[in-house]
């Protein structure tokens, strides 16, 4: 039997990978395994042949190339203009500093049996046996900060949550990964999910916690399945559940769907949903550290913060912190996303520039024009020129720059896009996605519309650029959370950035 | 679910649908949510005569529940097409002409996002990124991504959609 891997990831689904499997599991003396995906996006759907010389690996790869890849003898891994080589020499792979994704790609993401053998529950063995106080003392030691936008110390947080005195405590894992130009989330929990169930279990030992919740987003259907999959294989190998592996520690977890709110992935306004409410976001304090899901200490990370956690146990909180820059220690798995050529997950220490991921690994855009701007950090994320592409990825350098790092999702656009109409459409956002708690942020961001139609049909430009400003100042200033107070980052970023977007001669409409 | 437009009926079917989704929940609020996605995969919708039977399960005012539903972007108050197809407007989509995409399908199908075309086979909505920015732009039909969406792919799901 020669094992052929095709990729079982919805980008790769999205792109005929269940056709192509299909078609090669017809072929003699094959066994088709539905692996991750590397994250090599642009090149979906990627198969990889096992031989003697390692994995080959082919694609792009459609059901029609199936019969002239089989005549090529792809199955012992020979020439086909599909043919990318051996897949760990592929500089867009080699080139990464794979922590958290090393094995995603690499095995069938439902098998204990496949985790284990490429070092997964290492972290976890580890943890049994220390105290929770040793345990949150290597997290803190990594220098690991929350990879869901804001960046907060996550040694310091899980030690609140020990400390708090409470007959339950909870572990709540945010998969909302609602950022548009991310997908690392999604690539974890259809990729790697045992890593996650792995992450959030130790999260569990070290606070004291018995109970956790994966909330994820209801537009990820394959994550949902895979990561209920993935928790049931946990359970029956008794990784997961009560007393695990024989000692007295338990942890028993959950997967629950969102409904198509933004706001939601705010991590009090999840909390609510948790609960069966609407999701308006709770005022701060007190923190959810301390009075969270159902009142009780929680425990609240983004997927990519518990998935960085089972490296810190079994490697050492300090070979994870001698990776990075400044205060931002560790790797980050970015995401090269929109008009990009290379599009896909390139999981880069922290101090990488913006220029190397998206010219150096993204090649450049799709389309073959000029950058023009680069979206980073999501929907509230600022809009970088092109003059600003040498910054490092770092969270004080963008902090300083009036940018965010984010959940490390990067947007590319090229020549044609009209800065205005990003910026209208950043405050649409925020009017559509405000759960309505706050004045500035609800009435705020219909009024930027307003306004920016304004400018762009030739009224009173100078008077109404003016009003966009203090609208954002009343926004940033006046909103509870950072949907309506971040929402003017790429508002101002367009305006101080692209100027001549909002100045550009008025368009006669001609019905 | 015929009778659901005539005044006396009072769609004991749909209530008892909706508790004994609760039940298999344990009567928990907590799980609402997941009671209100199940629902409405078995119903397509989340029916009006649905809500005061899912309040009197899990202890909760009708105006609570009421909330809830109207909260969420994803429940549906009334059936949708055979067909939901999610056009992503984010973005990273926006990056690749999704734009002209979103155009190019309220034409073809001759419906605006949120409606059901006249055949009944087709309801188009926005949304807001389903996670393929790479492979943008994307769209999602019932529970299946579709990425690098142009317009002979549209065409082509479309036209099975309507088959
Ligand atoms: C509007 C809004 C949306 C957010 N969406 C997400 C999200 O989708 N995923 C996430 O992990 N954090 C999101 N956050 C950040 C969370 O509030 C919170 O900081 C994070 O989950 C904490 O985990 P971390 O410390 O591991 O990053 C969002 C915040 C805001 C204000
Ligand atoms: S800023 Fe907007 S989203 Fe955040 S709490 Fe206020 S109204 Fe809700
Ligand atoms: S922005 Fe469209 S899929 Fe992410």
Redesign the interface.
């Known amino acids: 039997m020669i094992r052929v891997y095709v990729p079982r990831d919805?980008?790769a689904?999205?792109?005929g990978a269940d056709e192509v499997a299909a078609e090669i599991a017809k072929l003699a003396d094959v066994q088709v395994i539905r692996n991750g995906s590397r994250g090599l996006?642009?090149l979906?759907p990627m198969i990889e042949v096992e031989t003697a010389e390692g994995r080959i690996a082919y694609g792009p790869v459609g059901v029609e190339d199936v019969a002239s890849l089989a005549s090529s003898g792809f199955l012992t891994g020979g020439a086909h203009k599909l043919r990318l080589g051996n897949i760990e020499d592929h500089p867009y792979l080699k080139n990464q500093e794979r922590l958290t994704f090393a094995r995603c790609g690499i095995t069938d993401p439902v098998s204990v049996d496949d985790y284990v053998a490429h070092g997964g529950f290492e972290g976890l063995k580890k943890s049994l046996a220390l105290s929770g106080a040793a345990i949150v003392a290597e997290v803190a030691e990594s220098g690991l900060r929350g990879r869901g936008g804001a960046g907060f110390p996550t040694g310091i947080k899980w030690k609140t949550v020990h400390d708090a005195r409470a007959e339950q405590k909870y572990i709540c894992c945010n998969a909302d990964?609602?950022?548009?130009?991310?997908?690392a989330d999604?690539m974890v929990m259809e990729g790697d999910p045992l890593m996650l169930v792995e992450g959030m279990t130790i999260a569990g030992i070290a606070v004291g916690a018995t109970k956790g919740y994966a909330y994820i987003r209801?537009?990820?259907?394959?994550a949902i399945a895979t990561m209920k999959q993935a928790i049931s294989a946990a359970v029956a190998a008794n990784w997961l559940g009560d007393n695990i592996q024989g000692t007295d520690k338990s942890f028993h977890l959950e997967v629950?769907?969102?409904?198509?709110?933004?706001i939601c992935g705010e991590e009090t306004a999840m909390l609510e949903?948790?609960?069966?409410?609407?999701?308006m976001v709770r005022p701060k304090p007190p923190i959810p550290a301390l009075e969270g899901l159902?009142g009780k200490p929680t425990v609240i990370n983004n997927v990519l913060s518990f998935a960085a956690v089972p490296y810190i146990l079994a490697k050492g909180g300090t070979a994870y912190k001698n990776y990075g820059m400044g205060r931002s220690r560790g790797t980050l798995p970015f995401?090269?996303?929109?008009?990009?050529k290379q599009?896909?997950l390139v999981e880069k220490a922290f101090g990488i520039t913006l220029r190397q991921l998206v010219e150096g690994f993204g090649g450049g855009t799709?389309t073959g024009h000029p950058i023009r701007a680069i979206?980073v950090g999501g929907?509230l994320g600022a809009y970088v020129p092109v003059s600003q592409l040498d910054l490092p990825m770092d969270y004080e350098s963008f902090a300083a720059n009036g940018a965010m790092v984010g959940h490390g999702?990067i947007?590319?656009?090229?020549d044609s896009?009209d800065m205005a109409a990003?910026a209208r459409?950043a405050m649409e956002?925020c009017a559509?996605?405000s759960c309505g708690k706050c004045t500035p942020c609800r009435i705020g961001s219909t009024r930027g519309v307003e306004v920016i139609d304004r400018i762009v049909a030739g009224v009173e430009r100078e008077r109404n650029l003016e009003l966009l400003t203090d609208l954002c100042q009343t926004m940033t200033d006046g909103s509870l959370c950072a949907m309506g107070g971040l929402t003017p980052m790429p508002v101002l970023s367009a305006v101080r950035h692209f100027a001549e977007d909002f100045d550009k001669p008025v368009q006669i409409a001609a019905e | 679910m015929s009778g659901k437009h005539t005044l006396i009926d009072l769609s004991p079917g749909e209530a008892v649908a909706a508790r004994a989704i609760a039940l298999r929940y344990g009567n928990?609020?907590?799980?609402?949510?997941?009671i209100?996605?199940d629902l409405q995969e078995e119903l397509g919708f989340i029916p009006e005569a649905a809500l005061p039977a899912l309040a009197k399960a899990?202890n909760l005012s009708r105006a609570?529940v009421h909330?809830?539903v109207s909260?969420?972007?994803?429940?549906r108050r009334a059936p949708a097409g055979r067909h939901v197809i999610?056009v992503c407007r984010?973005?990273?989509?926006?990056?690749?002409k999704g734009n002209e995409l979103a155009a190019l399908i309220e034409r073809s199908l001759n419906i605006t996002f949120g409606q059901t075309t006249a055949d009944g086979a087709i309801t188009v909505e926005a949304?807001?990124?389903?996670?393929?920015?790479?492979?943008?732009p994307?769209i999602?039909v019932d529970?299946?991504?579709?990425?690098?969406v142009d317009q002979a792919k549209f065409e082509k799901i479309a036209a099975e959609c309507k088959a």
């Open positions: 919805s980008a689904r999205s792109v996006l642009w979906e990964e609602g950022d548009s130009g991310t997908f999604r209801s537009e990820y259907p394959d629950r769907r969102g409904a198509g709110a933004y949903s948790l609960e069966g409410k609407r999701g159902f995401q090269l996303a929109g008009n990009i599009g896909g799709f979206q929907p999702g947007v590319v656009f090229d896009v990003q459409f956002f559509i996605e | 928990k609020p907590d799980a609402l949510l997941e209100l996605h899990l609570e909330g809830v909260f969420y972007h994803d429940y999610k984010a973005e990273a989509c926006q990056s690749m949304t807001y990124c389903l996670g393929n920015c790479a492979l943008a994307a999602m529970d299946k991504l579709i990425g690098r």
